[in-house]
């Protein structure tokens, strides 16, 4: 490749997007990555969340190489599809582990090569194989959805108090890793309000209320939760309906607004 004047481009390059979904369980990750434009998804054993969509599926993936052979027919073979969902990374997680183990002939990502931590970070190693896979994709035009389950862990914040927040629940290595390759992260919940009750005795109790039933998709970062992107996808409302469609029509507006 040539770096000479020749070379040099401006302007704002659209690329198929990769994006991270977060959600509380049941709040409808899945039925919302399914609006995307022609999905194909790839379910990881254990995850049933596609089971009752009308979508394009791969069968189950049970191993570590039933997700890249997924990977590598999508890159290699001719089809319609614009949208590559895995379902879950949660799920993926301990099968990627399991391959790990597999290799090194032991019964615990603990145990690997005699443990210190060291399966954590071989399955990074992993982890950045498939993602090597998903921006060959991306080089085709297809874009990449990966749907993540959360969890509630304290955070402890140094220049301030600490907070409960909802955090991705795989291990922070992978997940910090996913984190920094995604262009758009999104976090999937209902909106409530805490209501905090005397009880006696200088106590009090505080219990979250949902304010309506709606599902919202939160953008942008918050203490009490994962968000943002960069980038159309940096410029989002911070909250949106959990509609494809109106996550889409607001990411035309902003690129609409960045090229005029």
Request: aromatic share 10%; hydrophobic share 40%; proline share 4%.
């Amino acid at each position: 490749m040539s770096f000479d004047l020749t070379s040099i481009k401006k302007g704002v390059e659209h690329k198929a997007p990769r994006m991270i979904l977060l959600g509380v369980e049941k709040i409808g990750k899945s039925t919302f990555a399914a609006g995307a434009d022609n999905p194909i998804f790839l379910p990881i054993k254990g995850e049933e969340g596609v089971d009752d969509l009308d979508v394009a599926k791969f069968p189950p993936a049970e191993t570590f190489d039933d997700v890249l052979a997924a990977v590598t027919t999508l890159i290699k073979d001719e089809h319609e599809y614009k949208t590559f969902i895995i379902d879950s990374v949660s799920a993926l997680e301990p099968v990627i582990w399991a391959k790990l183990c597999e290799e090194d002939g032991v019964e615990s990502i603990e145990s690997y090569q005699k443990g210190f931590g060291k399966g954590y970070t071989a399955s990074v190693d992993k982890l950045r194989d498939l993602m090597d896979g998903l921006d060959m994709l991306r080089k085709k035009g297809i874009s990449v959805i990966i749907i993540g389950h959360v969890k509630v862990k304290r955070f402890d914040d140094p220049l301030g108090t600490s907070f409960d927040q909802y955090q991705f629940d795989i291990q922070e290595k992978m997940a910090l890793t996913l984190q920094r390759w995604a262009d758009s992260i999104l976090f999937c919940n209902t909106e409530t309000i805490v209501k905090t009750e005397e009880v006696g005795f200088n106590k009090e109790k505080k219990t979250g209320k949902d304010l309506t039933g709606a599902r919202f998709l939160f953008t942008q970062k918050r203490p009490g939760h994962p968000g943002g992107g960069r980038g159309v996808y940096g410029r989002l409302p911070y909250k949106l309906p959990l509609d494809w469609a109106a996550f889409t029509t607001a990411a035309a507006e902003e690129a609409a607004a960045i090229t005029k």
